[in-house]
């Protein structure tokens, strides 16, 4: 089955930096790789997604880029402020079925 | 629309006891799904279901059953509750149907098993 592994699981950037967390999966058949975003004691929420025939796509200051040949993908913040800290989570799928989730980053902005 | 519904949002049980946790939306999302979060951990997909009356194992089964009788309805029960069970469990939903590919996660239900 699938296996999604996540790096860095603890970030600390300042504000105003960019943060870069990367992830790994292992079935060459995902096909839709999500990222969520969760607040302390909330419940996850979609920031970006893409799909395997897209290698970039954008979203103001978020950007997730894919590797499918290597089997990885990552999340790029720019600018970040302090309302971006929280866990951020990937996610890998063969469509919607069995939407496997990596084990998060939990990302500081230092004001 | 009231989105992914989950209740009880808080419960205590003892070992051996059983419990169902309830999960609806209102949204005719034909995928629903399951998940356990534990501290410091990621999701780990419990059971999941493409429509109704269609459910499958995900990561980590055991111990929990789930039906699907109908599209709003994904309960999902606990048959003899371990320690080990104590989580936070999350049910999500989607549309295959849809452009915005959005899985809605509900509340969260925070269980205790002593």
């Known amino acids: 089955g699938e296996n999604v592994e996540q790096h860095p699981s603890t970030l600390s950037v300042q504000e105003g930096d960019s943060a870069v967390i990367k992830c790994t999966y292992s079935d060459s058949a995902s096909n839709y790789f999500p990222w969520y975003k969760q607040e302390l004691g909330k419940r996850p929420q979609l920031i970006i997604d893409i799909r395997s025939n897209v290698g970039e796509k954008k979203d103001q200051r978020i950007a997730v880029t894919l590797n499918k040949t290597a089997k990885h993908f990552s999340l790029h913040i720019t600018e970040t402020q302090p309302e971006d800290s929280a866990v951020y989570f990937c996610a890998a799928s063969f469509f919607y079925d069995k939407v496997i989730f990596g084990p998060g980053t939990s990302l500081s902005v230092i004001p | 629309n009231a989105g992914v519904t989950q209740t009880p949002k808080f419960q205590v049980l003892k070992t051996g006891q059983s419990m169902t946790l309830q999960c609806a939306q209102d949204?005719?999302?034909?995928?629903m799904s399951w998940y356990r979060q534990d501290p410091g951990m990621g999701l780990r997909l419990i059971h999941y279901?493409?429509?109704?009356?269609?459910?499958d194992q995900g990561e980590v089964p055991n111990g929990y059953n789930v039906s699907r009788s109908t599209t709003e309805d994904f309960p999902l029960r606990l048959l003899s509750a371990a320690p080990s069970q104590t989580s936070v469990y999350f049910c999500?939903?989607?549309?295959?149907?849809?452009?915005?590919?959005?899985?809605?996660f509900g509340p969260g239900t925070r269980l205790t098993v002593l």
């Open positions: 999500a939903s989607t549309s295959y149907r849809t452009t915005t590919d959005t899985q809605y």
């Open positions: 279901s493409v429509g109704a009356g269609i459910t």
């Open positions: 949204m005719n999302h034909e995928y």
